[in-house]
Every structure is written in C-alpha cells, then in structure tokens.
C-alpha cells in the first residue's frame, strides 16, 4: 500500500539535549518515510529516542540538524504560526498519560481543537456543527454515554478514548500516538489498539505509533526499530558520536 | 474561544484565585471608603468653610477698619460691571474681645470673637440666619416669650445664687439710690444687683456661639450631658477695644438666641451684636472692618475680585473664602493624596500576592500548556488566556470590592455605632469633628478610577507568569508531572 511520494519524509534528524553544560545526544541521523495510509510502528526500548523521533516529526520540537517533509514541504523549521496551525489541523495526538484538560467535560475536551482554531464569533456560527461532529467522534469511540464527564470521572482506558476523539477532530492526515496503551491494562490497551487499527483501516488514516510493546504490533504494520537513536540497519551515519562519558549519563536518565 | 472557556473554568475551579480576588476585593473596598468618607469630609468641611464665609470679602487690613463704607457699597452696587455679579453685601465689624459671664456663682472668662453685623444684609449673604438655634431662618436682638418670662420670674425672685454678672463700674446703668454696688471679685461669687424697681434698663441683646453657652461633661459610668452655661435671657459682658487709640471698653450684653454652624472653632468663638452698638461701643462710627459680598455665580469670582482691586487699589484688601481657609483646604487635599497613595499600595500588594498565585498556578497548569501547545495553542493563545485569567480575577475583585466599598459606605454611621458598641470605643468621637453623623461623598469618577486602577495592576502582575506560561516549551511542558 505504499505509494511513490512520502506523506512525511524524515532525513537525517539529529537532536540532542543541553542539561547545563552537558549535551544529551538522543537521535543521531535518522531517515524515515512515512506513507499515506501506513500504520507505523516505532519499536523501540526507553531512552531509544522513540518519543523524540515523534515529537520532531508531529513539530513540537525542532531538531538540530535534518529535517521532517510534509508532502515535500519542509515543516521542522516552518515558522511558529504554522506550525501550530499544523498541529491543530493536520496531525492528531495521543499520549501515554491521555492529556485531557481536567477542567473541561469529555465532549470539551474533543473541541478544544477547534476552539483553539475558531475565533469567538466564528465559535458562535459553527459552534454548534462542532458539537455534532464531537459528539459523532465521541459515540464512534464507545463513549456515546459519557460526553459531560470530566476526565477524573473516566477510566484510563475511556480516557484513552477522548484523546482518541480529539485526535480525529481536526480530521488529520496524520495520527502519531506515543505509548498509547503503556498506561494501562493489556485488555484495555488491546481494545484501543483495535480502535487505531480500525481507524487506519477504515479511513485510511496515516498511523505512528511508538511502543516498546511487540505484541502490539501486527503483521500487517511497517516497523522501524529504534535503537540508541538510530533506526536498526539504518547506513547513515551518525553526525556525532557520543562520548564514551556521556553515555552512561543518558542511561541514567 | 478557548481561552474564554479555560479562564472562566479555571476561576471556577482553584481556590486559590479567590485570594487573589478577595484581596482585590478588600483594596478596592478600602479605597472607596476611605475616599468617600474623607470626600465627605472635605466637602462638608468646605461646605461649611464657605457657608460661614462670603465668596468675597473687601477688609481692612487693620482692626480701625475704614469709613464711608455705605458709599463703598454704593460704589461697587453701580459700578456696571461689578452690579450684575453680586447679590448682597453686608458691612461687617470684627473684633477680637473677652466674654465674661457667670454660672453657679462661678465667673467664667473666655476670649471671643466680636462680631458687629446688620441682621438683614448679613442673613442676605447667607451662613447666619439657618445657623440660628431659637429663631432659625429670622434671626431677631430680641428675646423669645419663653425667655422674657423667665426674665421677669428672675426679677420679681432673684435666685438664691444669682446668674447674672454685675455692672461693672463706668457702666451707663443708674443704680438705685442707696445700693451699693459689689466690687469685682473673680474668687467670690458675685451677688447680682436687686432689680431696678423704677428705670427699666433696657440692655443691648447679642446672639452667642452655640459652644460657648452649652459644655459638654463627662462624668464615669454616665453619658456625656450638655450643661447649659448661659441661658436666652442671661446677661454677659464683652470687653474690647476702640478702635485707633486702642483704649479698653466693655457692654454688656444679654444673650437672646444661640449661633450653631458645627464648626466648634466658630461655635466657641463667635458672638454677634448689633453692628450700629458696637461702632458706638468701639468709637468707630461710620467704620467696618470689612465688607462681606455674596456673588451669584460663586465659582466666577477670579473677574470680580480683579475688578475690586482696580477699584479699591492698595488700600483695602480683596480675598476669597479660599483664600481666607487657604491652608487648611491645602492642608486636607495634600492628606488626601498622600492617604490615596498609601492606599494604592495596599492594591499593589494585592498585585503581588496575583503575581505568587499565579506562578504557582501556571506550574500547576505546566502539563495542560503543553496539551494546549500540542493541539496547536500558539504562544499568545497561551499568554491570552493567563492576561485574560489575571483581568477576570480583577474584574470580579474590583466589582466586589466596589459592591461591598459602596456598602460600608452607605451604612458607615451604622457600622460606626455598631463598633463602638462592641468594643466600648468611641471610634468617631463627635467632640472632636465638626459633625454629627460621618459624611460621606462618593464620586463616580473616583468610583471608576479606583477600579480601573485596580483591575491595571491585576493585569500588569499577572504578565510575567502569562509569559513564562507562554514561553513554555511544549514538550517539556508535556513531559513534567
């Protein structure tokens, strides 16, 4: 299924992190394509740079060298504006630890995209297709009973499942979900897995998902293996060594 | 949108924003009452100030005064620019004097201020005739019915302790054949001189502050009671001066009705008599010390003193009633603005505790930045929300704090009485004010500034947190727990 054209195309990404004078280096030169309607999976154990790989790509944070192509476009040092404007309507997010806003309801929640999106008075002409179109999200997740529930209300595993709805409410082209069931139960993380599947599936949606978790992963699925901040049997090589003092450090941590 | 909507949850939501209102809330209710009550004060006191002065006065620059004043009114009263501007006038004789009286056989003496008047031009200027205690609005030198009885009890049964002071020697009054007249002796009570039984002596009649005549005693374990010194009817003797040669001269003087404006510093000095006795009294006949005009447009006097002074030069002296009160106006709007500033801080304070809560509500809300950033909230989304929360928490303190500044306000006597109930304090001791009651005077636009003042400050504290919230990177901000 995979096409000529990458949808997102990552070349040669390095970053590392500065604690006081110390450098942390996390990834060192990794090369990835992503193709519409894949389902990724990035395979990977704690301190591989896995969730770092993720939040270049979905541009929450920037790299020191490479860049992340969205459709040929370079997006890693696109200005604020648009990157924001990225994050609100071409990619979705789901993490680990859900990240709901626990003041709002669970249907708040799911439209707090496009409330960040809407100024006031287009809140008020459209408000109300918004809440339809959540609503649909949040019945098509199972949780058609549960919209005026705040998060410390729901379980982890109905959580998971706003977050999901939230995700899908900008109608990405992209999903990237960061240990998606690495909070909770292996029933539940299952359920939410299958959701994601059905949701690639169904509506061709471009999946990433980082999990250290192998069963998690079908045979369908492309995988890349992340290990010590490169992609396993990748030729590229590193720009920058880490010292043999700076390693034991980054372990630690 | 959602700024809107997280502003308003998270006001809902952390108590500790209530601190942050409260506070406002008590500094914005603290200013409004403080301004009020001493607005209050100042404008009563200037009320008063000028209802007892005229808005202009053309006085001589000594006690002698100056002649011809009927041909100055005259003057001023056709000259054409000068005759549509003012209402009244009233020639005034001022001088300082020494009132003696009796009380109990006790002597009492007491400096006073004598002030010589033409009941009807100086009821005209206005601040007299309302202040008259007996007759309010119609002043008269003569006694009521009730004090003309007790008069005429007196004299047919003089008291056992007899009130009156007696004539002193030099006085024009015939005493009886074959009476001897008492010395003077300020230690011994003094006996009164058995009434004239043939030659009715017809006294001159004055109209006394109010304080001089009542004083107030304290006793423990009793309420204050105001013991009447001097009744309508009771005689008193003034001593001044003549004017030029500057020789001592006395009258006596029969209390016929009570002077009460408020101002204890009137009230306990003014004694007003008819102003033709005392030119004879004083040898100033034809002179005033002072003429008092009234104007009919009050806050447009710059022009007609200017006019004045062309008129009368370098030999008479032009004032206004400001200039007269001068330092004690300057004085009360200098402690007002200074006690403005002071209290501005106690809202700057507030602006600190804002500025400490909502650090520690942004690091608190660290991981919800981070979602936000990550669902594409840009930078000044974030900020928005964090200016717009600090504004709300104003707003909300500030209308609070103006309800219940408002509130005190109207009730202030109420809560005045209520305190010193409680505490057994006299909070407000009248003894000491000009007033009764507190005044109050709320301004609108004191109102107004008070509240944009503070709800500035809000705003202004919480943009150094709003900008660390701003500032925050997403994914650290998302990985903090």
Known sequence: MTHVFPLLAVRGLHKAYRQHQLTVPVLHGVDLDVYNGDFLCILGASGS???????????LDQPDQGSVLLDGERIDNAPGPRRDKLRNATFGFIFQFYHLLPELTALENVLVPPMIEASILGWFWQGSAYRKRATELLERVGLGHRLHHKPRELSGGEMQRVAIARALMGQPRVLFADEPTGNLDEEKGEEIVGLLRDLNRRDALTMIMVTHNRDLVAPTDRVVRLVKGRVEGASTPPAEQPTVLEMPRRMAL | ????????????????????????????????????????????????????????????????????????????????????????????????????????????????????????????IGGFAEHIVLRKGKPQFILDEVATQRVAAQKKQPLEIPLAVPPFPGQKIDAPEGIELPKVDSLKPIPTPPPSQNQEFVPEFCILGHAMAFRRVELPDKPAKDICLIQPGDDVVLTTITGGRLSPVFGRFTVCDYFKSDMSEYDSNYVYVPLSYLQKLRSMEGRVTS???????????????????????????????????????????????????????????????????????????????????????????????????????????????????????????????????????????????????????????????????????????????????????????????
Not at chain 2, 67 to 76: A, H, M, P, R, S
């Open chain 2, 1 to 124: 949108m959602y700024k809107l909507l997280l502003c308003w949850r998270y006001l809902r939501t952390r108590y500790l924003a209530m601190v942050c209102i409260v506070s406002v809330m008590l500094g914005v209710a603290t200013l409004i009452v403080v301004n009020a009550v001493m607005g209050g004060f100042s404008t009563k006191l200037r009320e008063r100030l000028h209802g007892l002065l005229s808005d202009v006065v053309l006085e001589a620059y000594t006690y002698d005064g100056f002649g011809n004043y009927e041909g100055k009114i005259e003057l001023i009263r056709h000259d054409p620019f000068l005759a549509d501007k003012i209402i009244a006038m009233a020639p005034t004789l001022e001088s300082f004097a020494m009132i003696q009286f009796g009380y109990n056989g006790n002597p009492f003496y007491q400096r006073a201020q004598l002030i010589g008047i033409e009941l009807e031009s100086r009821s005209a």
């Open chain 1, 49 to 59: 740079g896995k969730s770092t790989l993720l939040h270049l790509m979905g541009t």
């Open chain 2, 291 to 481: 003429i008092q005009i009234r104007l009919k447009d009050e806050r447009n006097k710059q022009p007609v003193v200017d006019r004045l002074k062309y008129l009368f030069g370098d030999s008479l002296q032009v004032m206004t009633w400001e200039d007269k009160q001068g330092p004690l106006l300057a004085a009360i709007s200098i402690e007002k603005g200074i006690l403005n500033v002071l209290l501005f801080l106690i809202i700057a304070v507030a602006g600190f505790g804002i500025l400490a809560i909502f650090s520690m509500i942004v690091v608190e809300k660290t991981r919800d930045i981070g979602i936000l950033k990550a669902l594409g909230a840009s930078n000044s989304g974030v900020l928005q929300i964090f200016l717009g929360y600090g504004l709300l928490l104003g707003l909300v303190g500030a209308l609070f704090g103006s309800g219940l500044g408002l509130l005190i306000t109207a009730y202030v006597n109420e809560i005045e009485a209520t305190l010193s109930w409680a505490t057994g304090l006299e909070v407000f001791p009248r003894k000491i004010y000009y007033f009764d009651r507190i005044p109050t005077d709320i301004q609108t636009y004191q109102v107004v500034l008070i509240n944009v003042g503070a709800i500035g400050i809000a705003v202004l504290f919480s943009v150094l947190p709003a900008l660390r919230a701003a500032l925050l990177h997403p994914v650290r901000a998302l990985r903090y727990e």
